[in-house]
């Protein structure tokens, strides 16, 4: 089992920034990926990006690339989603997850953390 809490959502104005973080525990030598994902109320729930745990190598979706950052902290098993320049549609609730290989699903999840952009 993999415990994953995030932290640092809240109101920020357009424009602004904000970091989100996902503190990892339990089982975290099992973690391949952490993937960040967000769901604003009647959508779809949508993939931002994703860490390899053990490389530090990211993958963004088109929607976030070039304004968000994804990190990771092994020594603390903590990652991170810096987000720079948000956006309307950028609101949302953001959920870190895990998987323990690249060809399975994500089946760790935290509750998630609110990120609400002011305009």
């Known amino acids: 089992q993999v415990q994953l809490a995030e932290s640092g959502g809240g109101l920020v104005q357009a424009g602004g920034s904000l970091r989100l973080s996902c503190a990892a525990s339990?089982?975290?030598?099992?973690?391949?990926?952490i993937g960040w994902f967000r769901q604003a109320p009647g959508k779809d729930r949508e993939a931002v990006g994703s860490i390899t745990w053990s490389t530090g190598s990211t993958m963004y979706a088109d929607s976030v690339k070039g304004r968000f950052t994804i990190s990771r902290d092994n020594a603390k098993n903590t990652v991170t989603l810096q987000m720079d320049n948000l956006k309307p549609e950028d609101p949302a609730v953001y959920y870190c997850?895990?998987?323990?290989?690249?060809?399975?699903?994500?089946?760790?999840w935290g509750q998630g953390t609110q990120v609400t952009v002011s305009s």
């Open positions: 997850a895990s998987r323990s290989s690249a060809y399975t699903p994500y089946n760790f």
């Open positions: 339990g089982r975290t030598f099992s973690i391949y990926h």
